[in-house]
């Protein structure tokens, strides 16, 4: 890495596209024209956790040329959990590798080129807790009791683990040119991406024979381009100017398959039935999005800095944006080799589902405005406000057979998301650099905000053969939202052998008047179906789902003014270093971070999920070069092995099924279904890493 950059509040007038709370620029470390150099670095810690990098470049023609060649393997146990049924442990394996050359032919000409892949396989399990511990009154006949289970457990009850394979390729091209007091900046990038998980549909292991999954792949590539003329020397000695286009374009292809289970029973009469000595079997549904919508975005942009006195400085900016996509329909039932034949009789199923694309055409213009003022060379005060777009959204999950109902297509479809941000704010330092305190305050309001459920929400879903059955997915609202928030940093740096920094955030975020999707088939009070405009606590059943809500397949409650993120209002940080020399060349280092998460009312519609504050410890001990040509440190993360509750799933983990109804009196004709949800004595829950012992070797040499 050779340049972090962290920039609040909107962005977009200066470059890239844009973002409505903030971007986070990385740049890759260049090679040295001049000099060869590079690195070797390696992390060995508990739990088989391992980490290798390394990092060379080498000149190739004497200030003209130069490559780059770096790369990383990471391997660890993911989030810790193990099987209780399963032998096979948490895996987490990623391996990438990055090369790069770099030329300045000319004094005025400046080109470059990176590749990067990146490829990572992750076995993982779902942390459960026992629900007796925390909501005792949810039923779970016939499910399987698998012990106790506790938050510092770490433990899953899955038979078969979460499989996730990701693979990504990365190209970037670029290429300056100075000329009369002006630089004209040119940046491509294509990427291909190829993402596979693979979810265990039976996470409660009411079939173990089955293994029930869903499998998805999705396919994706996007080229952007760039081009922005800029000054280097000041315009009329008065102001900077940065004026571009860019254009970025891509599609999008998944394949799906998810696994139903299908249970037969015989049926003597309406309502008498029996199971038959069938085993339960798989029905494998294909759900395919084709990569037919292309989209798009087209922007030009422009900023100006006007430099008034010796300490003021004006920055107003605008980018005009165009995004279009054709939109691309959901196709059930149906497989890529199918749809390139649909119009051959025996493929009669590939037809895009009703109302499943989502084609938009929108223009928006935003803007940036900053005023800075430096007192001194102590102290800068500044004021900031802008504007953000970002085009309108799809939630992917919903695979119902049945047509999209306006609600149910309104919480799938969002609209473009605009908002607003205001900012004040000063940066000084005192007695010499000593102290550093920065201090900013904030404000900002969402239109159209893309809200997604915590939990899972109940709907009437279709399933492959077109029966009502209870589905559930994390519905998305759009809702206006409001935010304030301020932060302060604070850096005391008495010497250069000790350094202490702290941070202490506050940032309260408010959803106004909106409808949420919600599961609301139930009066809470008497327990009787109807809704009550308040999400239910017990999970209902597809048949309350359907008498309360008649034609439509989902149900809307109104915003409670809860947070839009489940993240504390409060958060902090702690890190000191003391350095000291030990011997000629060697210095030896401690170094503390405390990470502090203020108290956090997640969901408001679950009560078991909220999160007391707590506090992370970090300690690191070493020697180093005190020119940072090598180092070893130890370290142990999560000093006091704090375990604490992230979140917590309201209702316990459940398998649906599909019972086929064969009529009497020879019980192999079909007469009807039913859906069956099966509940375990679990829920989900996810909780803080556990903690971690390691020691880091790092050797440099060269250009560094």
């Not at 995004?323 to 890529?336: A, K, R």
Request: neutral net charge; contains cysteine.
């Amino acid at each position: 890495v050779g340049q972090i950059e962290v920039l609040r509040g909107p962005q977009g007038t200066l470059r890239g596209r844009a973002t409505p709370s903030g971007s986070i620029t990385v740049a890759p470390r260049l090679a040295d024209l001049s000099q060869p150099g590079g690195y070797v670095s390696g992390t060995y810690a508990s739990d088989n956790t391992r980490n290798v990098q390394f990092g060379i470049g080498v000149p190739i023609v004497a200030d003209k040329l130069a490559v780059r060649v770096s790369g990383v393997w990471d391997q660890n146990r993911g989030n810790r959990v193990r099987s209780i049924n399963a032998a096979e442990l948490p895996d987490r394996d990623t391996r990438s590798i990055r090369a790069s050359v770099r030329a300045e032919p000319l004094s005025f000409v400046k080109l470059g080129f990176l590749y990067q892949a990146l490829e990572s396989n992750a076995v993982q399990y779902d942390q459960v807790e026992s629900m007796s511990l925390y909501n005792p009154t949810t039923p779970s006949a016939g499910a399987t009791d698998y012990g106790t289970i506790g938050l510092n457990d770490r433990r899953a009850i899955m038979l078969y683990p979460r499989r996730v394979y990701q693979r990504f390729k990365f190209y970037n091209w670029n290429g300056e040119v100075d000329f009369a007091g002006q630089r004209l900046i040119y940046v491509g990038s294509h990427q291909v991406s190829y993402f596979n998980p693979i979810t265990p549909a039976d996470t409660t292991n009411f079939f173990p024979a089955l293994a029930p999954v869903q499998n998805v792949i999705t396919k994706s590539h996007t080229t952007t381009h760039e081009i922005r003329l800029q000054n280097q020397e000041r315009v009329a000695g008065l102001f900077d100017y940065v004026a571009g286009y860019f254009h970025s374009s891509g599609q999008a292809e998944v394949i799906l398959t998810t696994d139903t289970i299908l249970r037969f029973f015989g049926q003597i009469a309406p309502g008498v039935t029996f199971p038959l000595p069938v085993a339960p079997s798989l029905n494998t549904t294909h759900i395919y999005i084709p990569p037919a919508a292309r989209g798009s975005e087209e922007s030009i942009f422009g900023n100006v800095t006007m430099h008034l006195g010796e300490g003021t400085e004006l920055e107003g900016g605008l980018r005009h944006i165009h995004s279009v996509s054709s939109g691309s329909s959901l196709y059930i039932g149906c497989t890529p080799p199918d749809l390139s034949i649909s119009g051959v009789s025996q493929y009669p199923a590939c037809t895009p589902q009703p109302n499943s694309a989502n084609a938009y055409d929108e223009k928006k213009t935003i803007y940036s405005v900053r005023l800075r003022h430096r007192f001194n060379r102590n102290l800068m005060v500044y004021a900031a406000s802008g504007s953000s777009y970002r085009p309108s959204v799809e939630a992917i999950g919903d695979f119902s057979t049945f047509p999209y109902t306006a609600t149910e297509r309104a919480h799938i479809f969002l609209p473009a998301e605009t908002s607003k941000s205001y900012e004040i704010g000063f940066k000084s330092n005192w007695m010499d650099n000593k102290i550093l305190l920065d201090v900013t305050a904030y404000h900002q309001n969402f239109k159209n905000y893309p809200f997604r459920a915590a939990t899972g929400v109940y709907y009437i879903n279709g399933d492959s053969s077109g029966a009502a059955t209870r589905g559930q997915f994390n519905f998305v609202s759009a809702v206006p939202v409001t935010v304030n928030g301020v932060e302060a940093q604070l850096g005391f740096h008495p010497t250069r052998n000790v350094s202490l920094d702290a941070t202490i955030n506050y940032s309260h975020s408010k959803i106004g008047n909106a409808r949420l999707a919600c599961t609301d088939a139930l009066n809470n009070s008497t327990g009787a179906v109807g809704s009550d405009g308040i999400p239910d606590i017990v999970a209902p059943t597809l048949a309350q789902l359907q008498a309360a809500y008649g034609a439509e397949h989902l149900a809307t409650c109104a915003a409670s003014g809860q947070s839009a993120t489940f993240q504390p209002n409060w958060s902090g940080s702690i890190q000191g270093e003391y350095a000291h020399p030990l011997a000629d060349r060697v210095d030896g280092f401690v170094r503390g971070l405390v990470a502090w998460r203020g108290k956090t009312a997640n969901d408001p519609n679950n009560g078991f999920d909220d999160v007391g504050a707590y506090a992370l410890v970090n300690l690191y001990a070493g020697l180093r070069d005190p020119g940072n040509a090598w180092e070893i440190a130890f370290y142990v993360k999560n000093v006091g092995n704090v375990t604490r509750l992230l979140t917590r799933d309201q209702d316990a983990l459940s398998t649906s099924t599909v019972d086929v109804l064969l009529g009497a009196p020879t019980f192999r004709s079909p007469v009807g279904t039913r859906s069956t949800i099966l509940t375990s004595r679990y829920g989900g829950v996810t909780v803080t890493q556990p903690r971690e012992f390691g020691v880091t070797a790092r050797f440099s040499f060269g250009s560094r």
